[in-house]
């Protein structure tokens, strides 16, 4: 399984910024996703996941309201639509993913099997 990750970038606080993950998995509508961000200095924390179809999320307090998890399952594709950045978004982030049970939405690390590479979000002021 490989999934690529892409989207990162430099933006300003307050402005949007979209993540992608593209998974080569075969039956994607039973994969659920992940995605994970790593500041320098913390531990790598889950802010969103998604079950296989879709209609479970899970979001950590730090982005609910500001971020949200979807996926297109024609394209095997997961996205992170993040907006209102803070300075403290400032992180590399890291989709995940696993065949999951049911509807499930996963959110520790070690809940997922398949990691992609991560793509670096810096939110300047």
């Known amino acids: 399984v490989q999934l690529q990750a892409s989207g990162g970038g430099l933006v300003q606080a307050g402005g949007s910024l979209r993540l992608s993950c593209e998974a080569s998995v075969v039956t994607f509508r039973l994969y659920a996703m992940g995605w994970f961000r790593q500041a320098p200095g913390k531990e790598r924390e889950c802010v969103a996941g998604?079950?296989?179809?879709?209609?479970?999320?899970y979001y950590a307090d730090s982005v609910k309201g500001r971020f949200t998890i979807s996926r297109d399952n024609a394209k095997n594709t997961v996205y992170l639509q993040k907006n209102s950045l803070k300075l403290e978004d400032t992180a590399v982030y890291y989709c995940?993913?696993?065949?999951?049970?049911?509807?499930?939405?996963?959110?520790?690390?070690?809940?997922?099997?398949?990691w992609g590479q991560g793509t670096l979000v810096t939110v300047s002021s």
């Open positions: 998604i079950g296989g179809s879709g209609g479970n999320t």
């Open positions: 995940a993913g696993r065949y999951g049970v049911g509807a499930r939405a996963y959110r520790a690390a070690d809940e997922y099997l398949d």
